[in-house]
């Protein structure tokens, strides 16, 4: 079930895929850079192997029931598969079915994935991705949207999908030189690429987390750069800003006077927030340590936000594989940019958002959200609901906001979770805002 509430009447030759030899389609535009695939040496590989085969769990009683964090019994059947089953090969030749680039870009080398539009008219969109996040988490999402004749869809609502992967949090490597980076410094990177890099004139830009205030950023400094935006959450672009920006809660008091259902309910959000954000802002390179030499408590840290973000009902299998959840850690670790990732939290708070215009809404382009009811705030229960509080709310006032959709089903990795829900929101976003 859903709501909606819409205001708006080495190099190599890039793979073929479905639906570029139709001839009914315009011919993809000359890209101006030449390819280059994924690929991991064989020696970073056998070391990560190596690690995981001298992994020395810690002792967990009791923890079964994931009460304490992530269970040692879990992570060593999944450590064992990482040694003895996965297959990064098989993971990085799909990947490599996409174009892959690395340019500079002010001085900082991005990487990014290019899906070429199938239609008459595909207007370029950058997708942002968040934490714990990598670029392919979009990977759901890429061909609907740059084809959608080949899925049954209509070819006018092609977009050229350009997915880059934030600096510092897997390809091409660990961020230097840019010890400050954050979300609104890479908003201005993003344009750069778009504009002057690629040679887009406008273009599109959707977001999810940390991907979110990207590309909010985007839209409320270069808003007249864009068709519009669709993000994965509300949040003001002063989220960071202040000296307890870390409490998710914004000290939101608990009473023994409250509804049983709304103090379970912010505790529950507490407990899922909690030390991800206090870490991260106030130590995570003391952290950064251990998970930059072990892989196992890499992947544990990952994976209790991806247990604990997701709508899985208690069964992490129902959204991710043992592959998919070992893919997305090998690219963290692949890579050696855990510590640069999570800089970004820190950086947003000491490099705090300012405005750029005085004009409101903040954000000026036009917007479209998508919000699930797994994360509901409290004393919210529908999709009904959910667009009504966004809508009547606060929040909504930093935005041009076109369309509002809510849906039951999927949680914070929205776009991996619930593509079909991510894909038709953000076609309904743009579909009379195209040239």
């Not at 379970?264 to 251990?290: F, N, P, Y």
């Not at 959204?319 to 940019?337: E, P, R």
């Amino acid at each position: 079930m859903s709501a909606n509430l819409a205001r708006h009447g080495h190099a190599q030759p890039p793979l073929l895929l479905p639906g570029e030899e139709n001839p009914a389609m315009t011919t993809p535009r000359a890209f101006p850079l030449e390819p280059r695939p994924i690929q991991v040496s064989d020696e970073v590989l056998a070391d990560l192997r190596a690690r995981l085969a001298r992994t020395r769990p810690p002792v967990d009683e009791g923890n079964d029931d994931w009460s304490y964090g992530v269970p040692a019994g879990y992570l060593r059947g999944l450590v064992d598969y990482w040694h003895d089953g996965y297959d990064w090969r098989t993971a990085e030749a799909a990947i490599n079915g996409y174009e892959h680039y690395v340019v500079p870009v002010d001085g900082i080398p991005v990487h990014f994935l290019r899906r070429p539009g199938r239609g008459p008219r595909p207007i370029p969109l950058i997708l942002t991705h968040g934490w714990p996040w990598t670029f392919w988490h979009w990977s759901k999402v890429i061909d609907p949207l740059a084809d959608p004749a080949a899925f049954g869809g209509d070819p006018a609502d092609a977009f050229e999908v350009i997915v880059p992967s934030l600096p510092g949090f897997g390809f091409p490597g660990p961020l230097t030189g840019f010890p400050d980076v954050n979300f609104w410094k890479v908003a201005d990177l993003w344009h750069t690429l778009m504009t002057d890099t690629l040679g887009y004139e406008k273009y599109a830009a959707g977001g999810c987390d940390i991907g979110a205030l990207v590309t909010s950023q985007l839209g409320h400094k270069y808003a007249d750069a864009l068709y519009g935006i669709h993000i994965g959450s509300g949040l003001p672009l002063d989220f960071f800003t202040g000296p307890r920006a870390w409490d998710f809660a914004r000290g939101r008091p608990l009473s023994d006077d409250q509804p049983a259902a709304i103090r379970a309910r912010i505790i529950e959000q507490d407990r899922r927030w909690a030390s991800h954000l206090t870490v991260h802002m106030l130590d995570g390179a003391t952290l950064a340590h251990g998970l930059a030499d072990s892989p196992a408590g890499l992947l544990a840290w990952l994976l209790e936000r991806w247990n604990a973000w997701s709508d899985n009902g208690g069964d992490l299998a129902s959204v991710f594989t043992k592959d998919d959840l070992l893919t997305h850690a090998t690219i963290y670790w692949v890579t050696g940019a855990i510590a640069t990732s999570m800089r970004y939290y820190a950086n947003a708070n000491r490099y705090p958002w300012t405005p750029s215009h005085g004009r409101t809404p903040v954000v000026q382009a036009p917007t479209g959200l998508t919000f699930v009811t797994y994360e509901n705030p409290p004393g919210i229960h529908t999709t009904d609901e959910r667009v009504a509080a966004f809508t009547s709310g606060p929040q909504a006032t930093w935005f041009h906001h076109v369309n509002v959709s809510a849906h039951d089903h999927g949680g914070h990795f929205i776009p991996w979770e619930n593509p079909a829900a991510w894909i038709t929101d953000l076609r309904r976003t743009f579909h009379t805002r195209r040239p």
